[in-house]
């Protein structure tokens, strides 16, 4: 390489057969890179294409799932909220249910007094009636 210096910078008229090997041999070296060069540019542009085919499909994929996240979020929400309105319904029904708890034990006491009302009846005053009916028929 120190040689192709000086046998450049000698006019084309001054090369003698030397400076004329060196400067073929330069020739020679540039098409040799520059075809290397050239191949490796043309597989760069390829992978570089398919990269940019491979980004926008990702791209997309991407776009697609921030839309379904999005709406997936939407749908959460809305569940979120029906998840509180139901919430909200079954501590009103617990109260309610409570209250008809208290109510029915208040009914079953009413009951209860009712039938020991009526078996009081039965054993005192309607027991004596019926004994009295009872005797009546018989004197007739």
């Known amino acids: ?35 290397v060069l050239c191949s490796k540019q043309e597989k760069d542009e390829k992978v570089f294409h398919e990269s940019s085919s491979a980004l926008e499909q990702k791209k997309e994929a991407l776009n697609m799932a921030k839309e379904k996240q999005e709406l997936s979020a939407l749908k959460m929400a809305e569940a979120q909220a029906a998840l509180d309105a139901n919430t909200q319904e079954a501590a009103e029904a617990k109260k309610q249910l409570a209250c008809v708890d208290s109510e029915l034990k208040r009914a079953m006491k009413n009951l209860e007094r009712a039938r020991t009302q009526d078996s009081i009846f039965r054993q005192g005053p309607l027991a004596a009636y019926m004994k009295l009916i009872s005797e009546k028929d018989e004197k007739a």
């Open 1 to 35: 390489m120190s040689i192709a210096h000086s046998a450049l910078q000698k006019e084309l008229q001054r090369r003698h057969t030397f400076d004329r090997f060196v400067v073929q041999s330069l020739d020679i070296e540039f098409a040799k890179r520059i075809g």
